[in-house]
């Protein structure tokens, strides 16, 4: 790739790519684990998360379980076996996951795709300078959210 010049051979007047791998840097995955959520809910979720690491290779995923807090954090990186770990079951915060990311992730977040079910209060929330994408589960909620792309998920 030519993204970055070789500095060693720029001296010298020659322009050389470097060498890259292919993916992204650091995404979060939240996964909605209240009440609400069953776990035959979040098995496709689980499973895209799969698809992320093999097919879009981000540098890492921070993988975070969260109903009204972050209730486990995983820290996913390439070529690593997945073990979901979900924990909560309470009610729906999606203020915590945005909290975590500003104060854990030094600003090195590609995006954020947050699975669920979309039940939960809006007003509190203010767009974050990285994309956020809505997952949402079967039975959602219709009204979208303030900011971001919603995309369904699981929908039959």
């Keep these: 790739s ?16 470097t060498i890259s791998r292919p993916g992204i840097g650091p995404i979060v995955v939240a996964m909605d684990t209240s009440g609400s959520i069953t776990e035959e809910m979040l098995t496709q979720p689980v499973a895209e998360v799969g698809a992320i690491m093999r097919d879009i290779r981000p540098e890492k995923i921070y993988q975070l379980w969260a109903d009204a807090e972050i209730a486990n954090v995983q820290i996913l ?12 079951g309470g009610g729906t915060d999606f203020a ?22 979309l039940y939960a209060d809006y007003s509190h929330l203010v767009e974050p300078e990285y994309p956020v994408i809505w997952a949402a589960l079967p039975g959602s909620n219709p009204n979208p959210p303030p900011f971001g792309k919603v995309i369904k998920i699981g929908w039959k």
């Design 96 to 117: 915590p996951v945005f909290k975590w990311v500003e104060e854990n992730t030094e600003g090195d977040v590609c995006m954020l795709i947050y699975f669920t079910d």
């Design 2 to 17: 030519y993204r970055r010049i070789k500095k060693s051979y720029a001296s010298i007047g020659a322009c050389v790519g």
């Design 77 to 88: 990186e390439p070529d690593m076996p997945l073990s979901p770990e979900p924990r909560g």
